[in-house]
């Protein structure tokens, strides 16, 4: 018994010497500056470094996921929470069709931080949504000027949400109009939509139809007296509606109702998605705060 334990820890210590020399000797060979280097090294390097980036980029991911649901932020007077509703415009604007939970989507974030001078952390913080609602905004109207009413012209009920709107109403700028129309024609055949023989959207047909386009100083000035509440862009002194080129579109639930509720129906529409993706080919770009809202802006 005694023997066998003898044996055993001679095994033992045998064995320790051999792990001591094979880690002196592998010790030995970094301390020799023998480290590998050529292709094969730099592959280890890029495997690392890529490795490093997606581990950040899920970790992005991961706080996106958080953020999209409850960053507070200000606008219109209102702090705001999160940034849900935005993800179809972020999407685009960040060239990504990837979940925004993704690594994927965070790199892409990380790439438009770069170009607009962020960090590029991939997070989409404060700072980087700023950065997308002052790009959308650039591409809007601007101060608009009232619609010289030579300009104007009064489009067909039929393209019209309410059929029932007073035909005082029915009015928007020439050019503003041939655009919507030729949007229409696109927008129906990739979404199937409902066209009467004439290539008006049929009469049960609701998507897309115009909810409000040109809107008189003298008329925007009688809806902010009977609704005085209601949201300050709708009802802005200077709307831009004004202009003629301004057009409520519908895309799904209540037409203009900004309940975080309704807004992020709004733009889990095909219709929406679709205005999205292909409104700028036409010369509309969006006021992303109200999925309804598209202005005429050919050029920008
Ligand atoms: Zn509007």
Redesign the pocket.
């Known amino acids: 018994m005694k023997q066998r334990l003898i044996l055993s820890s001679a095994a033992i210590s045998v064995f320790s010497s051999l792990i001591a020399y094979f880690a002196l000797a592998d010790s030995d060979i970094y301390a020799q500056g023998a480290r590998p280097s050529g292709p094969a090294a730099k592959q280890t390097a890029s495997v690392i470094k890529a490795e490093d980036r997606s581990v950040k980029f899920a970790a992005a991911a991961f706080e996106n996921r958080r953020l999209r649901r409850s960053l507070q932020w200000p606008f219109g007077a209102k702090t705001q929470t999160g940034w849900n509703v935005y993800v179809p415009l972020i999407s685009y604007a960040i060239g990504t069709d990837s979940d925004p939970d993704s690594a994927e989507f965070a790199l892409a974030v990380s790439k438009w931080q770069q170009k607009s001078g962020l960090d590029g952390t991939g997070v989409l913080d404060q700072a980087t949504l700023e950065s997308f609602t002052k790009y959308w905004q650039s591409r809007r109207l601007g101060r608009g000027t009232l619609a010289a009413t030579d300009t104007l012209l009064a489009a067909p009920i039929g393209d019209f949400f309410d059929s029932t709107r007073s035909p005082d109403l029915l009015q928007l700028e020439a050019e503003t109009y041939a655009a919507y129309k030729r949007m229409i024609a696109a927008a129906a055949k990739d979404l199937q939509l409902k066209l009467s023989g004439s290539g008006v959207l049929a009469a049960n047909e609701k998507f897309l139809k115009i909810i409000?386009a040109y809107r008189s100083p003298a008329y925007q000035e009688s809806l902010r007296k009977k609704e005085p509440n209601a949201g300050r862009a709708?009802l802005a002194t200077n709307s831009?509606?004004s202009t003629g080129h301004?057009l409520?579109i519908y895309v799904g639930g209540e037409p203009v109702k900004t309940e975080d509720s309704n807004r992020l129906l709004q733009v889990q529409t095909p219709a929406y998605k679709w205005l999205v993706k292909n409104a700028d080919r036409f010369g509309f770009y969006p006021?992303f705060y109200?999925p309804?809202?598209w202005e005429y802006v050919p050029g920008k």
Do not use: G, N, R, T
Request: proline residues 10%; negative net charge; aromatic residues 20%.
């Open positions: 409000s709708a831009p509606h301004a409520d006021y109200e309804w809202h």
